[in-house]
């Protein structure tokens, strides 16, 4: 991108309108993850000092861009929206409030696709228009997450071109070979394709590598299978008349070892699980000392009645229609429920607890 220019460069400029081409500032330019995207956005709303985002409204503003399917800026805004209406606490849904009036600002100047070439932008002249944006603040917003995507792909390209100089390796990998724009894909001295049985995918990758036998060869490939190509040899392919002449070749089939031993991820998973198991047992705990704290405090049973009561007690008054013999005894000696006829119903004391336990369950 050329910030300054003579007037033959000028004339030569491609222009990038930003308004009609669009940009949607939640789509990787360069592989970046949604956790990068969500910090590219923060940084280039707080530039402009009216729309500054609280702590609150950043880490909100994450979790959100993280936990939404399509990937847009309609979308963010309704996941923030519906945030707002279901929280509880009042400074955080106020935070929600103010951050969905600035999602609402983006929407105005974002799109909900990128069309926008990048990797034209950083190797020909190229002018940004933003002349159609009215709202300058917005336009300040548009301008700095831009730049932002163009030094990501800067570093990418740059990182590809030059790691060799410095004895670097750089490994990148995606699920998409469009992921990665030429400058990227041609600097990569070796490629390793998985099995894949989608067309488009295939002929994307048939277009870079210039070897139609990946057709029959992508699709057959069995778990951990890789076929690995050198640059040298898709040099050689791209100098044949493809479907015509073709050099002969060797492709190599590489058996990937997987990083974990099938019983060590075993016991990763059993740990992973027992660590979550012991995680939500001391958030039982703490909300159960909370509920007990708040019975005492406003005295809603006799203090040596509410002493006694154990988190178990808590499980059976929020589920009563399935409490056992010897739970339905308990809850009624702590005087919680009744029995009218043969029905098990809540006392008053029953109903104020219950009242509690949903403040703390939500």
Do not use: H, W, Y
């Given at each position: 991108m050329?910030?300054?220019?003579?007037?033959?460069d000028l004339i030569n400029s491609e222009i990038i309108d930003v308004s009609s081409q669009g940009l949607n500032p939640l789509t990787p330019i360069a592989n970046e993850n949604y956790y990068e995207i969500a910090i590219d956005l923060i940084n280039s709303i707080n530039i402009v000092d009216i729309y500054k985002l609280g702590i609150t409204q950043e880490s909100e503003l994450v979790d959100s861009i993280i936990s939404i399917r399509e990937k847009n800026l309609e979308e963010l805004y309704n996941e923030i929206n519906k945030r707002s209406k279901d929280e509880k606490a009042g400074h955080i849904r106020d935070a929600l409030i103010g951050?969905?009036?600035r999602i609402r600002l983006l929407q105005s100047g974002f799109s909900l696709k990128t069309n926008i070439d990048f990797n034209?932008?950083?190797?020909?002249?190229?002018?940004?228009?933003?002349?159609?944006?009215?709202?300058?603040?917005?336009?300040?917003?548009?301008?700095?997450?831009?730049?932002?995507k163009i030094l990501r792909c800067m570093i990418i390209n740059t990182l590809m071109r030059e790691s060799r100089k410095y004895n670097l390796a750089c490994i990148l990998s995606s699920q998409l070979i469009y992921d990665f724009d030429q400058a990227i894909i041609g600097n990569a001295g070796t490629k390793l394709f998985m099995m894949n049985d989608s067309e488009k995918d295939i002929d994307s990758i048939?277009?870079?590598?210039?070897?139609?036998?990946?057709?029959?060869?992508?699709?057959?490939?069995?778990?951990?299978e890789a076929v690995l190509i050198r640059k040298q040899e898709i040099e050689e392919l791209m100098k044949t008349t493809r479907g015509k002449l073709y050099p002969t070749i060797t492709l190599l089939i590489a058996s990937l070892k997987p990083y974990f031993k099938e019983e060590e991820l075993k016991n990763i998973k059993r740990e992973i699980k027992e660590i979550r198991i012991e995680e939500?047992?001391?958030?039982?705990?703490?909300?159960f000392f909370k509920i007990k704290e708040e019975i005492i405090k406003n005295k809603i049973i006799p203090i040596d009645k509410a002493r006694r009561i154990k988190i178990e007690d808590l499980k059976a008054l929020s589920n009563i229609e399935n409490i056992s013999k010897e739970e339905e005894e308990r809850l009624r000696e702590l005087g919680l429920i009744r029995l009218i006829g043969r029905k098990i119903t809540l006392t008053h004391s029953g109903v104020e607890i219950l009242k509690v336990i949903r403040v703390y369950r939500n």
């Open positions: 050329i910030i300054s220019m003579d007037l033959k951050l969905k009036n034209r932008i950083i190797n020909k002249n190229s002018i940004i228009d933003l002349s159609k944006i009215a709202n300058e603040d917005l336009k300040t917003i548009i301008a700095e997450l831009i730049l932002r048939i277009n870079i590598t210039g070897c139609e036998i990946l057709r029959q060869v992508l699709p057959s490939l069995k778990q951990f939500k047992e001391k958030n039982e705990e703490e909300i």
